[in-house]
């Protein structure tokens, strides 16, 4: 009988290449929620659902985005110079729909990755956003799902301490935690088994 023993370094190695090996990257559509027209993108419920196979119910626990959430205005007055130049911008600012103002035309991914969340039974969500008060409109459109136990904000440096930097604000009429110092950079909400692992 012949036996192998690994290092740590050598188990670690293995682990991670049976990961990236499991790993698959999908294209999809976020924003359509309907098939569309012949050679488009599939929306991200068809993507996923072609991947396992045409079931009729996804599940999926965690979803996390960090979509292109700076707004056309943000873009040209507050992003730095050096971003502007060497960044692509369709990375950073979404393609502008119509009816949405030119302030807040950084928000149109998120009502949809909650829509997504929702029919992906997804527990736990975590997207980042650019600042506090995008942070507070997600959490809002959050709150108004209905379907999470707990929605926080998560600043620059959520995992303080003792909870130190930690205290709530009221968006309409729900208790959202806001954790850390510094800038609101991210909304995470949770439901179900997603509440052992928040706590």
């Not at 045409?54 to 985005?65: A, K, M, P, R, T």
């Not at 950073?92 to 949405?100: A, D, F, K, N, W």
């Amino acid at each position: 009988m012949q036996m192998e023993v690994l290092s740590d370094q050598d188990r670690g190695f293995s682990t991670r290449m049976r990961s990236l090996a499991a790993t698959t990257f999908l294209r999809a559509d976020v924003l359509r929620s309907k098939a569309g027209e012949e050679g488009a993108l599939p929306t991200a419920v068809d993507a996923l659902r072609r991947l396992d196979d045409g079931v009729s119910v996804l599940e999926y626990d965690i979803l996390i985005s960090n979509p292109p959430y700076i707004s056309s205005k943000a873009f040209q007055t507050t992003t730095a110079r050096s971003v502007r130049l060497f960044e692509p911008k369709l990375a950073l600012v979404p393609c502008r729909p119509s009816t949405e103002a030119a302030a807040h035309d950084g928000d149109v991914f998120y009502p949809r990755l909650l829509h997504l969340a929702e029919q992906l039974s997804t527990k736990i969500v975590l997207f980042e956003v650019a600042d506090m008060d995008q942070a507070q409109r997600v959490a809002s459109l959050a709150v108004k799902q209905g379907i999470w136990d707990g929605i926080e904000i998560w600043r620059d440096e959520p995992g303080t301490p003792n909870g130190q930097h930690e205290s709530t604000t009221v968006i309409d009429g729900a208790v959202v935690k806001v954790r850390g110092a510094g800038h609101g950079r991210s909304v995470f909400a949770y439901r179900g088994a997603g509440t052992t692992w928040a706590q």
